[in-house]
């Protein structure tokens, strides 16, 4: 409808008590994702950049969280229920100049684009819209009343609900998404009462004063739709949280990406997976990841914010954080990269070798036992096993530069700050402090001598 415009309002600033944790239940995380984001990636589509969320339990981390956010947040200092929460930010609501305010529980993470344009699409007909659900377990649901004209007559939360005053119980429960139209039901929220047994502020509870004003009420009845169950206990989560890995994981092999023993992989929603990339499980693969086609992923990888290029082989249990591996490079087994860690094309780490803030150049090897930090190896070099760069004094970090065909040999500490020339060659079990110039080679550590042994005579 042309002349409707909605602006968003998610509730998110309970604690979730079910959730039997500090930490505010809609930062929980689901994917290695907070709740939030799937609720936001839902709404975005259809609402831009109109999204308000109010916030009150651990209201910073929640901005913290999302940062990017360019709209608004809105504090529930105390939080006295989600009718109370619509109170406070109904100023902000009305500022924005919208004509409808679409508010959404922040605990609905597996809620879809479809599910709310089936809510938006009734804007112009009705004061108050919500969506209601059929689920097999009602649960602590809102249910939902209807008189015998099946018209809705209000919202009654279960632990409230009197089987004498409100009928037998229809199954209908509330999905906690509500489209309320602003110059009607705005007169209504100073109505609200916390007169129940939660002693709580209810959303809920406009339907009724909207019925007792005479105002058209709609329910969109979204069937045994789980894409709008409210996500209140680790149980819950866990559900939703499967759900969800079995989605994507079910899209990419029907796009062509190939994942063996699929039911032991996760793949969080913002990673990126090519047609063509293999994968093994059990892996985990989070964050704004990316594997090209043709990539291989060998089983048990941790992976998160990291980039495989096609051809790239990553063995088997390996740990990569923030990492880039370009074409034709091989990892692990067992390696970890952490972030900063760049593997320019055709280079190679092995097993138990670590990378941080360091490049590893084209065709360069560290195969065994090593740590890189704070390193740019040049191209083509070889990095002896057990060799370590020691860029912290304990205070601060260093730099180590080696440069390009330089060969370290094993057991070697390079003592940051230090560079190693082109071509240069640092002799085994040497620890190095200072610069080894291009071409030349370096022994640091105690000569060798021999010495006749004494043998005890029987
Ligand atoms: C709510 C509905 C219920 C519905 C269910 C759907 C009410 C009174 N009940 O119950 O009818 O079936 O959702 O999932 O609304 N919140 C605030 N401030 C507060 C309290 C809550 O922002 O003061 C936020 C929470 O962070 C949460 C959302 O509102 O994201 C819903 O609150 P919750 O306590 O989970 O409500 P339910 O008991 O699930
Ligand atoms: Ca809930």
């Known amino acids: 409808m042309s002349d409707t415009k909605i602006t968003a309002l998610v509730l998110a600033a309970g604690k979730g008590t079910r959730m039997h944790s500090s930490k505010a239940k809609v ?4 994917l290695n994702e907070p709740m939030l984001h799937y609720v936001y990636a839902a709404l975005k589509p259809i609402m831009q950049d109109n999204i308000l969320t109010v916030v009150g339990h651990d209201a910073e981390a929640v901005q913290r969280a999302f940062p990017d956010r360019k709209t608004k947040f809105i504090t529930q200092d105390e939080q006295l229920g989600t009718g109370h929460a619509l109170q406070v930010s109904w100023d902000a609501v009305v500022k924005t100049g919208a004509t409808h305010c679409l508010v959404i529980n922040g605990d609905t993470p597996l809620v879809t684009v479809d599910a709310l ?22 649960g602590a649901f809102g ?11 209000a919202i009654v939360e279960a632990k409230d609900y009197d089987l004498n005053r409100h009928g037998p119980v229809t199954g209908e429960v509330n999905a906690g998404v509500y489209l309320l139209k602003i110059d009607t039901i705005g007169p209504l929220l100073s109505k ?16 009724e004063l909207a019925v007792q004003e005479g105002l058209t ?14 996500i209140n206990s680790p149980r819950e989560l866990v ?8 989605q994507i994981v079910n899209d990419l092999l029907d796009a062509g990406v190939l994942i063996h023993n699929p039911e032991t992989v996760i793949i969080g929603p913002k990673v990126r997976v090519e047609p063509g990339a293999e994968i093994f499980g059990h892996c985990e693969i989070y964050g704004n990841s990316t594997v090209e086609a043709e990539a291989h992923l060998g089983s048990y990888n941790y992976i998160l914010n990291s980039t495989f290029e096609g051809g790239s082989d990553i063995r088997q249990f390996n740990h990569i954080e923030g990492a880039i591996v370009c074409k034709g490079c091989r990892v692990g087994p067992y390696a970890r990269l952490r972030p900063g860690a760049v593997m320019e094309r055709d280079a190679r780490i092995g097993n138990f070798v670590e990378m941080k803030k360091a490049t590893l150049g084209e065709g360069a090897k560290a195969n065994h036992l090593t740590y890189l930090g704070d390193t740019e190896v040049g191209a083509g070099s070889n990095i002896g096993a057990g060799t370590i760069t020691c860029n912290y004094d304990g205070k601060n970090k260093f730099p180590t530069t080696i440069g390009e065909g330089a060969f370290i040999g094993s057991n070697t500490a390079l003592v940051a700050p230090v560079t190693i020339g082109k071509d240069a060659l640092v002799g085994a079990g040497s620890t190095i402090t200072k ?3 291009d071409g030349q080679g370096a022994v640091a550590r105690g000569r060798q001598i021999n010495i006749k042994r004494r043998l005890k005579k029987s």
Not at 195 to 204: L, Q, R, V
């Open 239 to 246: 559900t939703a949280e499967n759900t969800l890995r079995s």
């Open 435 to 437: 610069d080894v110039p």
């Open 143 to 153: 249910r939902v009343v209807r008189d015998p004209e099946r018209r809705i007559t």
């Open 117 to 138: 344009h089936r809510l938006t699409n009734v804007a112009g007909c009705c004061d108050v819209a919500f969506m209601t659900i059929t689920p097999r377990d009602t």
């Open 192 to 207: 609200l009462k916390n007169e129940n047994k939660s002693g709580e502020y209810y959303i809920t509870d406009i339907v």
């Open 27 to 30: 930062l929980q995380t689901l």
């Open 217 to 230: 009420i709609d329910g969109v009845q979204c069937g045994d739709d789980i894409s709008l169950m409210g």
